[in-house]
């Protein structure tokens, strides 16, 4: 970097010390808490360009891709770039062996050859109202936390009916915030018709697996392409070859100029979870309990699916997805707990709670309203932590771990509701469905990590609080986890297509109900939910601590901007391109080149760390096109906005509201920012917008993409 640039991050650096670019905004009110705020960091809108509630704006051009990241449309005709750790799942389900899109990418050269993505969908946010004032006139403090919600419910209902005619393509929710301090309707419009339209392949797309996951400097390419279809009136309507390419209203520019340090940046999108008004007593259940126990289970977990997805390219397609899914909480959650514990999250979280105490006990009228606040949170906490421990080893390592106890759950489904009969249309609908229901089940690896994951459990909950199926292995199996098992998939009707397959063809009610795997599904769902009722009582209680330490807060802190934790709706986030220091006489540049990917390549970790010998032969050609800055192609850049999961995929805007990036990633520095924003630390990692053009047009030669976007210079 040159020598003015250096100290221009010197610079930023600095003054980034003083001011944090926290806050996950709700659009409405951007006009009334925002505006003069982001115009003063670089913005050239104004707040109703953004958000419109009569009118098109940016809004508009975001959506929630599939369930659980954010996607933007970049072309009149309903083209949706996303990250492909979102697009992942249906690249993995419409790959095969001989034709594996994950490993060596797809793009479609016309729009016949776009692939529908069965179960996948994009969602439109039509509108955001606040109806506060339109149920919480109708709650008092003096309602149990049931007949506060009993309340809640029935009049959100009468909302969103009056919200939608009797038929419309739009559905309507209501929303709380604020731990049920403050109300949203919100009016949406989803439409399933989506197909892939490209992706490059894992080894840019996935470029530095989990090695890189959470890091910086940071070189991959997480972008995959999509096309929403509707019918011929642009209503949603599911696949047809007659649907056409929705007519979006709007879509975003491409800015082609780049980013440098300061620069505003602003991010919209859907981030998922956020509990930035976390108490240090839930502090402590997260760093002893919850990611401990993720941590341990999902790691011995990947380890077992890895050696078999490294032995097979079968078994690597199959697992991919559900490798990728667990890794990326799993190294998340060990992020999070090195944060915590580094930059003292519990020790700030005290010190306001001792505050806030203070303030509530200065005045009578306050002392009665919140002075319970915090003491029921503790209570709520202490009493949950038994439960949840428990329920966690069960919801790891056997629901979610073990593949045949989940799928033994369509037993239920197979019996008639007085359970002496089986259902023969069900029979008939799974017999059909059986290829896409075992298409990415390897028998023989699901029975290993069951070994392991039953192994887990066994040794580390009391008979009292694992399934009681699992306590026959000490009665019938002489406490030999590993006969157990074998026994369950030699004998189970699920352990296998065939086998299954081999059960539908000659049902026998009483194999049904006596298949070791269905007895373990019923015993493991048992013991999940024995304790329920328990913790609905501790959740009611836990639910009225929070709500009023919230409104506490906001009460003790009039003239402080707050915005509610994220909930998967649509927030903004605003801040600057920024450089960062990870330690003591170390810092961090704000962007990664095409030229580290190429030194970044490892043959000794082929999964992880290979560059296509495309991409290396543009790079030694330096064919980098329009995409070009001093002399190289830029990867990604950094930036101090406020995100989380369910913001992969947001776009990052410039002040102009020109897309400059796609959001992917948080920084390994700051993984405790969901719970504390660290504004010294915390960054946002994004692919520049370039890089995703350039491997489309330079790598992919899918020219008729570029011609379908609106570029600016």
Not at 213 to 221: A, K, L, S, V
Not at 229 to 253: F, Q
Request: charged letters at 25%; hydrophobic letters at 35%; proline letters at 4%.
């Amino acid at each position: 970097m040159k020598r003015w640039g250096m100290a221009l991050c010197c610079l930023l650096l600095a003054a980034v010390q003083v001011r944090a670019d926290e806050g996950m905004w709700l659009l409405p009110y951007l006009q009334k808490l925002n505006i003069k705020d982001m115009k003063a960091k670089g913005l050239k809108l104004s707040a109703e360009q953004i958000y419109n509630l009569n009118g098109t704006s940016l809004k508009d051009a975001i959506v929630i891709f599939g369930g659980g990241c954010t996607g933007e449309i970049v072309s009149p005709n309903g083209l949706v770039f996303t990250n492909h750790h979102c697009g992942y799942g249906s690249i993995q389900r419409l790959s095969s062996v001989e034709h594996d899109y994950l490993q060596n990418g797809f793009w479609a050269m016309d729009y016949k050859e776009e692939l529908p993505c069965p179960g996948m969908s994009v969602t439109f946010i039509r509108s955001i109202e606040d109806v506060s004032d339109r149920i919480l006139p109708f709650l008092s403090d003096s309602m149990s936390e049931q007949q506060r919600q009993k309340q809640v419910d029935e009049l959100s209902d009468k909302i969103v009916k009056e919200a939608l005619p009797e038929k419309s393509s739009k559905e309507a929710f209501v929303k709380s915030f604020f731990g049920g301090n403050q109300y949203l309707l919100f009016v949406v419009e989803q439409y399933t018709d989506l197909r892939l339209v490209g992706t490059p392949p894992s080894s840019i797309g996935k470029f530095g697996g989990d090695t890189d996951n959470w890091m910086w400097p940071r070189h991959t390419g997480d972008f995959s392409v999509f096309r929403v279809y509707a019918d011929k009136d642009g209503k949603p309507a599911p696949y047809s070859k007659d649907n056409i390419p929705y007519a979006t209203p709007t879509h975003l520019k491409i800015s082609l100029k780049g980013v440098k340090p300061g620069d505003y940046t602003m991010i919209m999108g859907f981030p998922g979870s956020t509990e930035r008004y976390m108490t240090s007593f839930e502090i402590d259940q997260v760093l002893n309990v919850d990611n401990p126990n993720r941590i341990f289970i999902r790691g011995e977990r990947q380890k077992l699916m890895m050696e078999d997805m490294q032995a097979s390219e079968k078994i690597r397609l199959q697992y991919a997805n559900k490798y990728a899914g667990s890794s990326n909480y799993w190294k998340n959650s060990i992020g999070e707990s090195r944060g915590l514990r580094k930059l003292n999250v519990k020790g700030q979280k005290e010190a306001l709670e001792a505050q806030f105490q203070a303030w509530a006990a200065a005045d009578p009228a306050r002392q009665a309203k919140y002075g319970d606040a915090l003491k029921l949170i503790k209570e709520a906490v202490a009493e949950r932590i038994p439960y949840e421990n428990y329920r966690q080893y069960i919801s790891e390592a056997l629901l979610r771990g073990t593949e045949i106890i989940a799928m033994a759950g369509v037993g239920d489904r197979l019996l008639k509701k007085d359970s002496t009969r089986l259902d023969t249309v069900v029979l008939a609908a799974l017999g059909k469905g059986l290829s896409g229901m075992y298409k990415d089940y390897n028998p023989p690896t699901d029975r290993k990590i069951a070994k392991r994951m039953i192994r887990i459990v066994y040794d580390s909950l009391s008979k009292e609080d694992r399934p009681v199926e699992l306590n026959r292995i000490d009665s019938l199996f002489a406490g030999d986890v590993e006969r157990y098992v074998d026994f369950l998939y030699d004998n189970s009707i699920f352990a296998s297509q065939q086998q299954f397959e081999a059960f539908l063809k000659d049902p026998d009610i009483e194999k049904l109900k006596n298949d070791p795997a269905y007895r373990l599904n019923k015993s493991v769902m048992q013991s999940f939910g024995r304790d329920a009722k328990k913790l609905s009582e501790i959740a009611k209680k836990y639910r009225r601590g929070h709500r009023l330490f919230i409104a506490g807060l906001l009460e003790m802190q009039p003239d402080r901007k707050f915005y509610p934790d994220a909930n998967f709706t649509m927030r903004l986030t605003y801040g600057q391109v920024l450089p960062y220091r990870p330690a003591d006489g170390v810092i961090y540049d704000y962007y990664t080149t095409l030229d580290g990917v190429i030194a970044k390549e490892d043959t000794s970790n082929p999964m992880e760390f290979t560059v296509p010998e495309k991409l290396k032969e543009l790079h030694r050609a330096k064919d980098f096109g329009q995409y070009v800055e001093e002399g190289t192609v830029r990867v990604g850049f950094l930036s101090n906005n406020d995100i989380t999961g369910g913001n992969s995929g947001s776009p990052v805007l410039n002040g102009k509201g020109e897309l400059v990036g796609l959001a992917f990633d948080g920084n390994w520095e700051a993984m405790s920012g969901d719970i504390a924003f660290e504004p010294r630390l915390q960054r946002t990692i994004s692919v520049d917008i370039r890089y995703v053009l350039f491997v489309i047009e330079k790598y992919a030669g899918a020219t008729r993409l570029i011609d379908e976007l609106t570029l600016v210079r």
